[in-house]
């Protein structure tokens, strides 16, 4: 298990995919699921550093778990910012119209369907997401 702590800026996505990446290298990884698992990091990270904190900055914990039996990724990205559970949002309608369609919300419903598993918890004033890639 390897985790990272660091400013949740957007300016710091760069280093959290490197991180990331650097991880699943060693596991040799295919190209389609490191490309899933980048857009779910860089999703979920992104919301984290534009409205956990807003309008201040705070800091966010990621953590990669690599599993065996089967193989697996989890990624746990944990900050201390506004409480807010993503998987109670309603999925969008993707059968309607782009123009129709409500604002937000496709970010997290793409990471739902990419990612094998993902959960929430509120713990010690602390969001906890994690999500699970089986490799």
Excluded: H, W
């Excluded at 966010?60 to 998987?87: R, W």
């Amino acid at each position: 298990m390897k985790s990272i702590k660091l400013d949740a800026t957007i300016e710091n996505l760069t280093e959290v995919l490197l991180f990331i990446d650097k991880q699943l290298m060693s596991e040799n990884v295919g190209i389609r699921t490191k490309m899933a698992i980048d857009v779910a990091v860089e999703e979920l990270y992104v919301n984290i550093a534009r409205y956990a904190y807003a309008p201040n900055v705070g800091e966010a914990e990621i953590i990669v778990d690599v599993q065996d039996n089967p193989k697996a990724c989890e990624i746990t990205f944990i900050d201390s910012g506004i409480p807010y559970d993503p998987l109670k949002k309603e999925d969008p309608d993707v059968n309607l119209p782009a123009e129709e369609r409500q604002i937000g919300g496709l970010g997290i419903f793409m990471v739902k369907k990419s990612m094998d598993d993902m959960r929430y918890e509120y713990k010690d004033n602390k969001n906890i997401l994690t999500i699970r890639k089986v490799l």
